[in-house]
């Protein structure tokens, strides 16, 4: 993105045709950015897989960082509202169960579009949009942190606010790191249980109890005895 570039976007769609034409400009534009690449994703080609005219599309959007711009933001609040959702409904787990549905969680939501992943990434910060990166992963420290306190007893580092950050940052950048160099990685049980050994371990110490995957044998005694 050039100096003085303005991605922000042009008006707020109000009307619910409005709407839906906005929804499939986006739509096109995370279409066109995951197959076919920066280079090839102009405002031309964006509005010819939508099916709008230019004109329609710069109604709603100056240029195409704008779209990249929006497409980063309704990616991270997706993103965020998923997360956010499956993470509160560990609160009664113990630690080492939650690490492990926490490291699944990140890896599939990395994972579900590996190539919009990617693709985003790389516009982030073209587009100005670090800060709201930055922004999820503070509301999602905080989420964790709020998580150890109520299993204080369970972890072993006593600076929570210090092992939320560690446990977040090391989560996310495997997740990253399988989904941009390494694709298929993600969704490796290996990696998740390496991971997951990783995180329970320096949360609990070596005494952390290695959850089962779901399916394996030890997953099955368990059930057994419930």
């Given at each position: 993105?050039?100096?003085?570039?303005?991605?922000?976007?042009?008006?707020?769609?109000?009307?619910?045709?409005?709407?839906?034409?906005?929804?499939?400009?986006?739509?096109?534009?995370?279409r066109?950015?995951?197959n076919?690449?920066?280079?090839?994703?102009?405002?031309?080609?964006?509005?010819?897989?939508?099916?709008?005219?230019?004109?329609?599309?710069?109604?709603?959007?100056?240029?195409?960082?704008?779209?990249?711009?929006?497409?980063?933001?309704?990616?991270?609040?997706?993103?965020?509202?998923?997360?956010?959702?499956?993470?509160?409904?560990?609160?009664?787990?113990?630690?080492?169960?939650?690490?492990?549905?926490?490291?699944?969680?990140?890896?599939?939501?990395?994972?579900?579009?590996?190539?919009?992943?990617?693709?985003?990434?790389?516009?982030?910060?073209?587009?100005?949009?670090?800060?709201?990166?930055?922004?999820?992963?503070?509301?999602?420290?905080?989420?964790?942190?709020?998580?150890?306190e109520?299993?204080?007893?369970?972890?072993?580092?006593?600076?929570?606010?210090?092992?939320?950050?560690?446990?977040?940052?090391?989560?996310?950048?495997?997740?990253?790191?399988?989904?941009?160099?390494?694709?298929?990685?993600?969704?490796?049980?290996r990696?998740?249980?390496?991971?997951?050994?990783?995180?329970?371990?320096?949360?609990?110490?070596s005494?952390?109890?290695?959850?089962?995957?779901p399916?394996?044998?030890?997953?099955?005694?368990?059930?057994?005895?419930?």
């Amino acid at each position: 993105m050039s100096r003085g570039t303005n991605v922000a976007q042009r008006k707020k769609p109000r009307q619910a045709r409005a709407r839906e034409t906005v929804e499939v400009i986006l739509a096109a534009t995370a279409r066109v950015l995951a197959n076919e690449g920066h280079g090839k994703a102009t405002t031309n080609r964006i509005a010819q897989v939508a099916g709008v005219s230019v004109g329609s599309l710069y109604q709603y959007f100056p240029n195409r960082d704008a779209l990249f711009a929006a497409l980063v933001e309704r990616h991270a609040e997706e993103m965020w509202t998923l997360v956010e959702t499956r993470l509160r409904g560990l609160a009664a787990k113990p630690v080492a169960a939650a690490v492990r549905e926490m490291v699944v969680l990140v890896m599939q939501a990395h994972a579900s579009n590996p190539r919009l992943h990617r693709a985003l990434n790389e516009q982030v910060p073209r587009v100005g949009r670090l800060a709201l990166i930055h922004g999820v992963e503070a509301r999602l420290i905080e989420l964790v942190r709020d998580y150890l306190e109520e299993h204080r007893r369970e972890v072993r580092p006593r600076d929570l606010d210090l092992a939320a950050f560690v446990a977040v940052v090391a989560i996310e950048a495997l997740g990253h790191a399988a989904v941009v160099h390494h694709p298929g990685r993600a969704r490796d049980e290996r990696l998740i249980g390496e991971t997951t050994k990783l995180i329970a371990g320096y949360l609990c110490g070596s005494g952390a109890q290695r959850p089962a995957a779901p399916g394996t044998r030890a997953a099955s005694r368990r059930h057994r005895w419930r």
